[in-house]
């Protein structure tokens, strides 16, 4: 059975993306499961980590993005209509090994005019998805940081939340915006009770600052306000990281990673699983090779 986890701040600068990319990475390679990325945030930095220029620019031209399966267009030449009738061929193949599959729905700009136009929107996505997420164990849905109809799409067509959180000030403001925002959708959602906080993963931590430190208790402390829970596997900040975007490739095979970094999503992942267990009952979640 499939799961759709969407990854959700407000806040931009968190390590979303980083953390969203390296989760579909980790899924595939060390759980041997089919993944989805999906990338639904029109500055397209999960598509851009995956896909270098060119080859995103022939995929642009030649299949089309996730915008051109989102929004209607008065005009379509025959090639986007056949990628309209089968949203598999917009998919860009990240990676393949032992028969499972990670691939990448890109994104683009244009999917900017979607929240200019947001009348009807709410439901795509998920009517996207419902066409191809039975080919995959775990879909992972990229959200842009914004409280916009992009965010409603992404939560309607998700099963959890993933929240990656700066441990700084404006986090904690942020947080109550972020709670907010799902509370109102579960309050007009027709199926208020689909989608569930996963918890709040702390990213970019330096472990050097008292300030950071004091941030975290904070959070720590408004989290179980909300009821929110914190995992306890945390994503260090590490010049890999950096690296990782440029070579294009998972934290766990970047050259001179060291081990925390390396380890850390994985730690992560492990969490998460557990989580969905806690949810759904193990016997509905995704086997892996671990689970």
């Not at 806040?11 to 989805?36: F, I, R, S, Y």
């Not at 393949?96 to 979607?114: C, F, H, Q, Y």
């Not at 390396?262 to 016997?283: C, M, P, T």
Request: proline share 5%.
């Amino acid at each position: 059975m499939s799961v759709t986890i969407s990854l959700l701040n407000m806040k931009g600068g968190v390590g979303k993306t980083t953390l969203a990319v390296n989760l579909a990475w980790h899924m595939h390679q060390k759980e041997n499961c089919n993944v989805l990325l999906v990338d639904l945030d029109p500055q397209f930095n999960a598509t851009q980590y995956v896909m270098d220029y060119k080859a995103f620019q022939v995929h642009r031209k030649k299949a089309g993005t996730v915008a051109d399966l989102l929004i209607d267009q008065p005009s379509l030449d025959l090639r986007m209509k056949k990628v309209k009738n089968n949203p598999r061929a917009a998919l860009h193949k990240i990676r393949a090994n032992d028969g499972k599959r990670l691939d990448i729905l890109p994104s683009e700009l244009g999917l900017a005019w979607v929240v200019k136009n947001p009348a009807q929107m709410d439901y795509r996505l998920e009517k996207l998805l419902a066409r191809i997420r039975d080919d995959y164990d775990y879909v992972f849905v990229d959200c842009p940081p914004t409280d916009s109809v992009l965010t409603t799409m992404a939560l309607t067509a998700s099963d959890y939340l993933l929240i990656p959180m700066r441990p700084d000030r404006f986090s904690i403001l942020g947080f109550a915006n972020l709670i907010e925002t799902i509370k109102t959708f579960r309050n007009n959602c027709p199926d208020p009770h689909k989608v569930e906080v996963l918890g709040i993963v702390f990213t970019q931590v330096t472990g050097t600052s008292e300030v950071e430190q004091q941030a975290m208790d904070e959070l720590r402390s408004e989290a179980t306000k909300e009821k929110t829970e914190l995992f306890s596997s945390r994503l260090k900040y590490s010049n890999s990281f950096i690296r990782s975007v440029r070579d294009q490739t998972p934290i766990f095979e970047t050259l001179y990673a060291h081990t925390n970094p390396k380890s850390a999503v994985g730690k992560i992942a492990d969490e998460l699983k557990a989580r969905i267990h806690h949810f759904s009952g193990k016997q509905h979640a995704p086997k892996g090779k671990n689970s």
